[in-house]
């Protein structure tokens, strides 16, 4: 998998000298910036920004450090045209968007505002836009770059066997401290290689941008490709963004993913997948996970540092090989809420033998189980069908299966029975059994509701942020065992505060920002786990010194 840009690259990109800049058209003053009238619901902590036109005329190999060199805050603001993007000497980044600097089209029709690269022979890899994050930002998610309102496309002689790759946004992390990354809005991406690549592989705390409202179509690889490695990992959160039209050439790059996450862990929400199929390949899905034993992601999902985090939820998905494909191996995930249809296979499990499918955990909808959560799913299509083919039971209750599966389980009311669209253990041994018990009649049932009854209850702590110290307040219904540990944002627990039989009633302790040793810990994002009986609440909590 590509990188982002190193350090390394990034030194030199600043000691270039001398710096030669287009005569006719000096670099901007941002002196004499006006500040603008920032909108806020697009650009966060920006209230100090200044915002520069840019035209199509003012694209040339000099633009690259007119992005790079801005102040933090500043937007540069695209009237509608064509941009064409340059390289410069032979790097393979047309813009480098540092943290806090956006880009935003003006006209509200991605159409309209059109980048394209300007392609180098000395350069193998175009990526239009490389975003690197290296500042720490106290609350996951929030950002202060924006790229919005593009139309993404590659330069008109491109094809895919060119021997040249094209990326339209390449996120990045080039530190041990960021927990950031950029808002995605409104953009279009069309007829690229891969239209956005997200990889960190850095300790955690993570990269977590926000993908939201994006077309991405035509694509010849992977529409959005997040990868961790190392003790690193993604969190990349992607909402009302269609995804369709693979385009697979096996003689080129291969792929085949509408979302590829390796060794990551993603929100996927309101999303339309559709259309991601080729005769050349085997095993593209619109959603593909692939999370390996002792990964970050694997370790912190397991944990339940970060709950209802790995999801997929309230989603079309359709008219393509595989729907879902899930090789993970122990970590947590939710699916939610979708519908199915005219997929080869809507969800393909995969999994090495022995490895559990999920560790038991705390959902917003649905009651701790020790096994696959799948709920008020429609799976509608009598050709299509759903393969457990690892030797785990999946719990999938609650989901329509369609009127010929919904024929077949009303006529068969004892469970198990061969179900002709679920391939199991009644069709294979060596595959686990799926429970479709408690199917629903019809797709508009919904799930009852299956959240036990609250035993106990969790506050904010106070004050939050905090320094020196914070208390935090819970309500028992009961007596009972009670367990309150601190993790740091990589899953180490810092320290226990209570570990012992508890009387009903409400409680308080305070935690005094300091570790098992008692020793000060650093600034940072901190989660406190309050476990009734072995039933976990976390939250979190900032201290700031």
């Given at each position: ?6 350090i ?26 006006e500040?603008?009238k ?24 000099s ?9 933090p ?14 390289t ?31 392609m ?16 720490w ?16 496309k ?18 990045s992390?080039q530190?041990?401290?960021?927990n ?50 190392g ?38 929400d ?9 005769d ?34 309230n ?6 090989n ?10 947590p ?13 809507d969800?393909?499990f ?27 799913n429609?799976?509608?299509?009598p ?6 083919e690892?030797?785990?039971?999946v ?27 679920i ?6 041994p ?15 049932t ?22 020196p ?14 367990r ?26 305070e ?8 020793r000060d ?25």
């Amino acid at each position: 998998m590509r990188r982002g840009l190193t350090i390394a690259a990034l030194s030199a990109l600043l000691s270039l000298a001398p710096l030669k800049l287009d005569v006719a058209r000096p670099f901007r003053s941002f002196l004499n910036s006006e500040k603008p009238k920032v909108e806020l619901a697009d650009i966060v902590n920006n209230a100090e920004a200044r915002q520069i036109p840019v035209t199509p005329a003012d694209m040339d190999s000099s633009f690259i450090y007119e992005v790079f060199y801005a102040s933090p805050g500043d937007s540069f603001m695209f009237e509608p045209g064509e941009y064409n993007l340059y390289t410069h000497r032979g790097y393979i980044y047309n813009i480098v968007l540092p943290d806090k600097v956006s880009l935003i089209a003006t006209d509200p029709n991605p159409a309209n505002t059109v980048l394209r690269p300007v392609m180098d022979d000395s350069t193998y890899t175009n990526v239009m836009i490389n975003a690197d994050y290296t500042s720490w930002s106290l609350v996951p998610g929030d950002t202060s770059s924006v790229i919005k309102g593009f139309t993404f496309k590659p330069y008109p002689t491109w094809s895919p066997t060119s021997g040249h790759h094209i990326q339209g946004i390449q996120v990045s992390r080039q530190g041990t401290t960021t927990n950031n990354g950029p808002i995605i809005r409104n953009c279009v991406f069309d007829s690229l290689e891969t239209a956005i690549s997200i990889n960190d592989s850095y300790s955690p705390p993570s990269l977590t941008p926000l993908i939201k409202d994006v077309t991405i179509t035509n694509f010849f690889s992977v529409g959005i490709d997040v990868t961790g490695g190392g003790s690193g990992f993604a969190f990349p959160t992607i909402r009302g963004t269609t995804i369709s039209d693979f385009q697979g050439d096996p003689t080129y790059i291969g792929g085949g993913w509408g979302v590829h996450m390796m060794n990551a862990i993603a929100v996927i929400d309101s999303c339309h997948f559709s259309n991601i199929i080729s005769d050349a390949f085997d095993f593209e899905s619109c959603i593909d996970i692939d999370i390996s034993s002792g990964s970050a992601a694997q370790m912190l999902a397991q944990q339940q540092i970060f709950q209802d985090t790995l999801s997929i939820s309230n989603s079309e998905i359709a008219n393509s090989n595989i729907g879902v494909s899930i090789y993970v191996q122990g970590a947590p995930y939710l699916i939610q809420g979708n519908n199915f249809h005219d997929n080869n296979a809507d969800i393909y499990f995969f999994i090495p033998p022995g490895q559990p499918i999920l560790k038991s955990g705390q959902r917003a909808s649905a009651a701790q189980t020790s096994s696959g959560i799948l709920r008020n799913n429609e799976f509608v299509s009598p050709d299509s069908t759903f393969r457990n083919e690892l030797p785990n039971n999946v719990d999938a209750q609650y989901n329509y299966w369609g009127p010929q599966a919904t024929a077949e389980m009303e006529a068969c009311p004892q469970f198990p029975c061969n179900i002709s669209t679920i391939i199991d253990s009644l069709d294979n041994p060596a595959y686990g059994f799926v429970d479709y018990r408690n199917w629903l009649p019809n797709p508009t049932t919904g799930v009852p509701d299956i959240t036990p009854i609250p035993l106990f209850s969790v506050g904010q702590n106070y004050p939050n942020p905090f320094n020196p110290t914070t208390s935090i307040n819970y309500t028992l219904q009961r007596e009972g065992r009670v367990r309150i540990d601190v993790f740091d944002v990589a899953g180490r627990r810092i320290d226990t505060l209570v570990d012992g039989i508890m009387k009903a009633g409400q409680h308080i302790i305070e935690w005094d920002g300091k570790d098992k040793e008692g020793r000060d810990v650093a600034s940072g994002i901190y989660f406190y786990r309050v476990e009734f009986d072995g039933r976990p609440i976390t939250k979190k909590m900032v201290l700031i010194k």
